[in-house]
């Protein structure tokens, strides 16, 4: 089983539309988390932190499950401009972060 | 404006050949990391430091080898007993957990890769 496991879509959805990603870890002990956006042949850039009690940043919006070892992300009123794959982050201590294989969104007009 | 960054963006790499990959940051963080990332799959941990002269192996450290003589410096070689080399590399920062206030955490920020294909 990988660690942080993620939908791999694609996901294609009519700008305006709102999507929502589905992410698991399996090490319970993991101490934070985060979404990552990349676009096609780029590196990830932080898009945001996931904290226990949910944290909103404009149309995104990130919810941690600690008991079900679940993390999610919500995009609202989605653009042409999210269109590109979005990396579930775990971080287990020391230095070993883990990254998830990412879910590819397509937003089409 | 502070950032990270690496050179070449391309690489072409002969058969039997060494090749380094450079990664620059001016943020001042102690870590580095280098990752390696193949289509479809996550990120892969190659090497990581924690401070200047300092490395230690990440999952998949066979057949590269790493320095770090500098802190803004972490030069990675990949060596012709890695196998297969082709892939997208990215270097990467962080402050270092536990210097981030009490949040443990590791956000890391990274630089625009380096695409390395061997002919």
């Known amino acids: 089983r990988k660690e942080v496991e993620q939908d791999p879509g694609p996901f294609n959805v009519p700008e305006g539309a709102t999507v929502a990603f589905n992410c698991t870890y399996s090490n319970s002990a993991s101490q934070s988390f985060f979404w990552y956006r990349q676009d096609c042949r780029k590196e990830p850039k932080l898009l945001m932190s996931v904290y226990s009690s949910g944290n909103e940043d404009g149309r995104f919006t990130a919810q941690l499950n600690r008991a079900s070892q679940y993390i999610s992300l919500l995009i609202r009123d989605s653009k042409l401009s999210d269109s590109a794959t979005y990396l579930c982050v775990a971080y287990t201590g020391g230095f070993k972060t883990i990254f998830g294989a990412g879910t590819r969104l397509f937003v089409k007009a | 404006d502070g950032g990270i960054t690496q050179s070449p963006k391309y690489l072409f790499r002969k058969e039997g050949q060494n090749v380094t990959l450079s990664c620059e940051q001016n943020?001042?963080?102690?870590?580095m990391y280098w990752y390696r990332q193949d289509p479809g799959q996550g990120l892969r941990l190659i090497y990581y430091?924690?401070?200047?002269?300092?490395?230690q192996k990440g999952d998949i450290a066979e057949g590269y080898s790493v320095s770090r003589e500098k802190k803004e410096s972490f030069p990675l070689t990949v060596t012709s007993a890695q196998k297969n080399p082709t892939a997208f590399y990215l270097c990467?920062?962080?402050?270092?957990?536990?210097?981030?206030?009490?949040?443990?955490?590791?956000?890391?920020?990274f630089g625009p890769g380096t695409r390395l294909t061997v002919l």
């Open positions: 943020l001042n963080h102690d870590a």
């Open positions: 430091s924690q401070i200047v002269n300092d490395f």
């Open positions: 990467a920062s962080s402050t270092p957990p536990g210097q981030a206030g009490a949040l443990s955490t590791d956000t890391q920020y």
